[in-house]
């Protein structure tokens, strides 16, 4: 049977020659990065070569990058250790409906239970942010911006050059969550003026369980793990050596072969995109066209089903894609990021995600387009949803 992994966005596999860098750090080199011994000092200059391969990936200096345990953690160092700092000087944190959960359930924990203000800015049908929605939500209590790089259902990439120009101007720091932007997107923190960013080792070909945190120089935060002096005493925990060592090489290999990469992904996406639209009646795509839209991401719903059905028939083709969210689709509710879309909660039921990435081949994309429009058709030709549809328009 032909398969097919087209759920990039919720994980990537490690590139071999990552995990063939990382494989001496758990075995030769693995001496604690903070023992003083010279055969210690062999991982800790590892260390500091994976911190200038992060930096040099995002054009900001080593000294402002933290390793964290995962994306989720930098997420939530960036908004409890910003607003936990600068609680004196205002109270007000500005993030947007459409975030991944590490954000937002961070934002809702600061709201509840530690008492600060949060904005939840809305987003246009295709989920960008307004700039004068941003500039009215802004008070003198602002503190933090935090809006993320590209949406991980949808695709949508935001106006960060803009937010950060914006932020900078008005004296209020601004977070971005690239986690799903930094495997497909050029990122220049200095350019677009971005003071605080997250990455995720594994949504771009390294590891899991790792993640960075970019700070620029002369902020300071809250310490986000108390304990050791690792990270300058800010995130304490024995490092993880081999892990670091992997997001290095992963974002340094990432960039040497991103361009190519780009425009690879940009036409399977195009063509998976056109043919499902064109073989699909009555199916919505979500989210942005083109270069406002991740090189990797198509999301679609279909009138009249439920997406988690076409997960299981997907699944029995060898196809593996997702309604959205890894982290929500074992709820029921549908996704939040739909919603602030504007659809229907019928319609966001029906949506189906298929990410792109490294491994993904035009047979797959056809493999797709030929199993797809049957497994639609059938699931329709079951759904009471799909007959209520076609009484609405006069054809039953
Ligand atoms: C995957 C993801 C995260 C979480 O990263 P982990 O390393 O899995 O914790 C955060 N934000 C976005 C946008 C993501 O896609």
Not at 350 to 371: A, F, H, K, P, W
């Amino acid at each position: 049977m032909q398969s097919a992994y087209l759920d990039y966005a919720a994980t990537t596999p490690t590139d071999s020659e990552v995990l063939a860098a990382m494989m001496p750090y758990f075995t030769e080199v693995f001496g604690n990065p903070s023992s003083v011994y010279s055969f210690a000092a062999k991982s800790r200059k590892a260390i500091d070569t994976a911190r200038g391969q992060v930096a040099r990936a995002l054009n900001a200096e080593p000294d402002e990058i933290f390793f964290t345990g995962s994306g989720t953690e930098a997420d939530n160092w960036a908004l409890k250790g910003t607003m936990e700092r600068l609680r004196s000087k205002g109270d007000h944190l500005i993030t947007t409906k459409i975030e991944h959960h590490a954000i937002l359930h961070t934002a809702e924990y600061l709201e509840k239970v530690e008492g600060f203000h949060v904005t939840y800015l809305p987003v246009d049908s295709d989920g960008r942010v307004r700039m004068e929605d941003l500039e009215a939500a802004m008070t003198d209590k602002t503190v933090l911006v935090s809006v993320m790089f590209a949406n991980n259902e949808v695709g949508t990439i935001q106006p960060i050059g803009e937010i950060g120009s914006l932020c900078r101007r008005r004296g209020v720091l601004f977070h971005t969550d690239a986690v799903q932007a930094a495997a497909q997107l050029d990122i220049d923190v200095k350019a677009l003026n971005i003071d605080m960013l997250s990455l995720s080792a594994h949504k771009m070909y390294g590891p899991k369980g790792v993640g960075a945190f970019y700070l620029r120089r002369g902020l300071r935060l809250e310490n986000f793990v108390h304990g050791g002096g690792q990270e300058k005493g800010l995130r304490a925990s024995t490092e993880n050596l081999a892990g670091i060592v992997g997001l290095g090489v992963a974002i340094e290999r990432l960039k040497a072969h991103l361009p190519k990469e780009k425009a690879r992904l940009c036409a399977l996406r195009d063509r998976l995109i056109d043919g499902v639209l064109s073989k699909i009646p009555d199916t919505k795509l979500n989210g942005a066209r083109g270069d406002e839209r991740l090189p990797n991401n198509t999301n679609f719903s279909f009138i009249g089903i439920e997406g988690e059905t076409l997960l299981l028939d997907l699944d029995s083709k060898g196809i593996s894609a997702s309604t959205g969210s890894a982290c929500s689709s074992a709820s029921l509710e549908p996704s939040h990021v739909l919603l602030a879309l504007g659809l229907s909660h019928e319609m966001a039921h029906g949506s189906l995600r298929m990410t792109l990435g490294r491994g993904t081949t035009g047979e797959q994309v056809d493999y797709v387009l030929n199993v797809l429009p049957e497994i639609v058709a059938r699931r329709r030709s079951m759904s009471p949803l799909w007959e209520d549809f076609l009484k609405r328009r006069g054809e039953k």
